[in-house]
Nanobody, 117 residues
Framework: QVQLVESGGGLVQPGGSLRLSCAAS????????MGWYRQAPGKQRELVAN???????NYADSVKGRFTISRDNAKNTVYLQMNSLRPDDTAVYYC???????????WGQGTQVTVSS
C-alpha cells in the first residue's frame, strides 16, 4: 500500500507560479507511473501530467509549456511546477501512483489550487 500526501496548493494571481509536492510513504524508484490529475467544480477528473517508468513524461495539451513534472527518488517525492497559471487551472489537484500494470492505483487527498485576481 502507498500513502500519498500533496502540499503546495493555494491562491495565486493569474500569471503566477506554484509548486505542488506529493510525498509517498514508500520508495517511488520502481513505481510504474506517478502523476498529477485535477478536478474542477462540475467537471471530470483529468490527467495533468505523469511520469512513466521514471523517465517518460506526458502532459495535457492545456498545460504543455507551462507545467513541469519531476521526481526526487531520494525524497520519495513527485513535484508539479506550475508557471503562467490561468484561472482555468483552478481545481483540486490529486497525486496518483501506480505500482505496476494491473495493480490498483493510489490517490492522495488532493490540494486546492485557485487562480484568481
Amino acid at each position: 500500500q502507498v500513502q500519498l500526501v500533496e502540499s503546495g496548493g493555494g491562491l495565486v494571481q493569474p500569471g503566477g507560479s506554484l509548486r505542488l509536492s506529493c510525498a509517498a510513504s514508500r520508495s517511488i524508484f520502481s513505481m510504474y507511473v506517478m502523476g498529477w490529475y485535477r478536478q474542477a467544480p462540475g467537471k471530470q477528473r483529468e490527467l495533468v501530467a505523469n511520469i512513466i517508468r521514471g523517465s517518460v513524461t506526458n502532459y495535457a495539451d492545456s498545460v504543455k509549456g507551462r507545467f513541469t513534472i519531476s521526481r526526487d527518488n531520494a525524497k520519495n517525492t513527485v513535484y508539479l511546477q506550475m508557471n503562467s497559471l490561468r484561472p482555468d487551472d483552478t481545481a483540486v489537484y490529486y497525486c496518483n501512483a501506480l505500482v505496476a500494470v494491473g495493480e490498483v492505483a493510489y490517490w492522495g487527498q488532493g490540494t486546492q489550487v485557485t487562480v484568481s485576481s
